[in-house]
């Protein structure tokens, strides 16, 4: 056990001269540190400001999940992960362990004591503060090295700076001659147990090797001490000039932002008649909490790794959305249109899939930034075509088809479904949606959740034509007010027939009932059919037939964005699935190399739907390649945008893979005898 004789005298062999321009070195880093994040401060308090809930509990937790854990920095690109960590890890330890000395010293000073007399600085702790600072220096450079490696490498997604090799030599070199600082101080001081401080014995071991004794070590440890401590003042200096203002953007937006994934934020009329703005036209529409996220962005590349409109060479890239707007940013061009930073033909390609939302570590929302440009867009009358007259069709017509209401139960054509007016007493509304309601091939979904539902002796309902579009592809889309007003609709008939429960097989309604709704005063329980089924399954209302025939053969599942990604309904689809290839024999279910959260998209979120691309040049082309490389059958899906896109997909190829709604496998699997069916 070490004694109080085991420590290291702070500023040994410093002079009194060079402590005095040590300490002004650290006024003018800290200076030029301050001076920095007060620019951007300033920039970011340019932004709108809103009204923003924050609870210091919350905060707190959010910041040693995310700042401090870094769970999702891990996710998907395990190594740059772990070696971020490290790093990060490494530099915090360090940084802590400055922390420490300066408090020890100055506390000593301001009680008369001598530099060999420290207050807590030996015995024990100065043990395993020497352990733990040596080894958060291996850390850190284990960190730095690999990320030089990487960038010599020169990974495609990574943004590419000349300053980012100056951050990464600082840190680098700090590493290094504080290692080497330790060593001779090791040799110079002779310190008592210096088997604490391992590396820097190591280095002492070495240094001796080569010649430098007890008596010439000290010129040799002044000379690094000091390349040492400029080496960290260029880096406070430089701190918020480069990539490294991330860590304090990021951390700050990681901990403060409170939108839930498949939120968007609403807007009001009052707002645009006070603002006379829709959306975001010029940076200083935009809100300070997405002027803070420009800056939290690093430019590591996940989002555009994970961006299916980029896979499919469409002109997005989510970091270089984040990073233009973050070059405005720096250059104060606020009133500069952001559509001459960010193209129209950009923010149209994406599908609002949620996947650069979810795979950023920094919690940068490139997604909110496409939607409010899109706000903007459509409020100034710049989308035509098809995606328009599809929002003219759902005002109009109360479905993106355009088709008339008194055709919106032809699918349930002598299946004899109770509608809510007749039967005020059901618990259950089944939501069918306008695909369902107008669509042939996803008519089919609709019949066989009705055909399960009646098996399972469910008191259900449904809205018939009283049912109007959600509107959630409008307000994907920007048209907001469209939304609203299709939102209002639906909520005042829900409100009437005292709706609490409701089942929909569409995951974009599902978001729509779970996410924007509650903005607008509905609240409702609300399930994918999947949950609905694996329930009554699990509850023993639904029993499989061993004697069904099918002709599935080998099953795929594509997860849908809005099911899986945003709202993490990922097992009961599977367990599904499982129960119908074990119950009626079909060969097996192989899972695509995208699965669950990391699903690709299909390419018909966000209305891009209601966009005429050729099947071939459309997102989601790839995912239909996946699909059919895994040798199945039959793809299932549980969506009916993912059903009619994956259907012209392989019908544009030649094969004969076949697609099918979970409800549709189920329905062919359940026993004769399993309710009235
Ligand atoms: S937005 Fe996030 S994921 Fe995308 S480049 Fe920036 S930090 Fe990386
Ligand atoms: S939401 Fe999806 S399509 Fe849109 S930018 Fe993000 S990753 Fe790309």
């Known amino acids: 056990m070490p004694d109080d004789s085991v420590t290291r005298e702070i500023f040994g062999n410093i002079d009194e001269l060079s402590k005095w321009i040590f300490y002004a070195l650290t006024v003018a880093s800290l200076g030029c540190f301050a001076y920095g994040v007060s620019l951007r401060v300033r920039l970011w308090r340019r932004g709108r400001a809103r009204e923003h809930s924050f609870g210091w509990k919350i905060g707190i937790t959010r910041f040693f999940k995310k700042v401090v854990w870094q769970k999702k920095v891990r996710r998907g ?128 071991r070495g240094f001796e090797m080569i010649g430098v004794t007890r008596g010439n070590a000290s010129t040799i440890h002044f000379a690094l001490w000091w390349t040492h401590a400029l080496f960290a003042f260029g880096l406070i200096a430089v701190f918020p000039y480069t990539r490294l203002l991330h860590s304090l953007a990021g951390a700050i937006n990681l901990v403060t932002r409170t939108e839930q994934l498949g939120t968007l934020i609403p807007i009001s009329i009052e707002e645009v008649e006070e603002t006379g703005l829709v959306g975001a036209a010029a940076l200083q529409d935009l809100t300070r909490q997405q002027l803070l996220e420009l800056d939290a962005c690093v430019s590591c590349g996940r989002c555009q790794d994970a961006c299916p409109a980029y896979e499919a060479g469409k002109p997005l890239s989510p970091r270089d959305v984040v990073q233009d707007l973050k070059s405005q940013l720096s250059s104060q061009q606020f009133s500069k249109a952001l559509s001459e930073t960010v193209t129209d033909e950009t923010v149209w390609s994406c599908t609002t899939c949620h996947a650069c939302v979810d795979t950023c570590p920094l919690g940068v929302d490139p997604l909110r930034l496409i939607t409010d440009l899109r706000r903007n867009l459509v409020a100034e009358g710049k989308l035509s075509g098809a995606p328009a007259s599809s929002l003219q069709k759902m005002q109009r017509s109360g479905n993106p088809w355009g088709l008339p209401k008194d055709e919106r139960m032809n699918w349930a054509e002598g299946l004899d479904v109770p509608h809510a007016s007749d039967h005020p007493d059901f618990e259950v509304l089944y939501w069918v949606g306008c695909a369902a309601a107008y669509d042939r091939r ?98 023993g209302k639904l029993e499989m037939n061993e004697d069904a025939g099918d002709d599935s053969g080998t099953l795929t599942y594509h997860d849908p964005c809005y099911l899986a990604r945003v709202n993490k309904v990922i097992d009961p689809p599977r367990e599904l699935i499982q129960l119908t290839v074990s119950a009626t024999e079909a060969n097996n279910v192989v899972e695509l190399p995208r699965c669950g959260v990391d699903t690709a998209c299909c390419g018909a979120g966000g209305g891009k739907m209601w966009f005429d691309d050729a099947a071939e040049t459309r997102v989601g082309a790839s995912r239909v390649t996946e699909a059919i490389d895994t040798g199945a059958d039959t793809v299932v899906v549980s969506c009916p945008f993912c059903r009619i896109m994956m259907s012209d997909g392989i019908a544009a190829r030649d094969t004969n893979v076949q697609v099918k709604d979970i409800a549709e496998l189920l329905a062919d699997a359940i026993h004769e005898n399993s309710g009235r069916c």
């Not at 920007?478 to 609203?484: C, I, K, R, S, Y």
């Not at 005042?492 to 509650?518: G, M, Q, W």
């Open 442 to 539: 996803t008519q089919k979904v609709a019949r066989a959740v009705v055909k399960l539902l009646k098996a399972a002796e469910v008191n259900f309902a449904v809205l018939g034509a009283e049912e109007c579009c959600t509107g959630e592809s409008a307000r994907r889309m920007g048209e907001e007010f469209l939304f609203q007003e299709l939102a209002a609709r639906n909520l005042e008939t829900l409100a009437r027939y005292s709706v609490r429960k409701i089942v929909t097989h569409c995951p974009h309604c599902l978001n729509s009932f779970k996410h924007d709704y509650p903005q607008f005063g509905g609240q409702f329980e609300v399930v994918h059919h999947t949950q609905f089924l694996a329930n009554l399954v699990a509850q």
């Open 77 to 204: 690109r395990r190594n740059a992960g772990v070696a971020h960590l490290l790093l990060f890890g490494g530099f915090g330890v360090l940084f802590v362990g400055t922390l420490l000395i300066a408090i020890e010293h100055y506390s000593a000073a301001l009680l008369g004591r001598e530099p060999t007399d420290p207050l807590f600085h030996k015995g024990i702790y100065f043990a395993v503060f020497e352990i733990v600072l040596d080894t958060a220096g291996l850390a850190l450079l284990v960190g730095c090295a690999w990320f030089v490696k990487r960038r010599l490498a020169g990974t495609s997604s990574i943004g590419q700076h000349k300053l980012d090799w100056l951050v990464l030599g600082l840190l680098l070199l700090l590493g290094v001659t504080g290692y080497l600082a330790e060593g001779l101080r090791i040799i110079r001081e002779q310190t008592p147990q210096p088997g604490f401080s391992y590396v820097g014995l190591g280095v002492a």
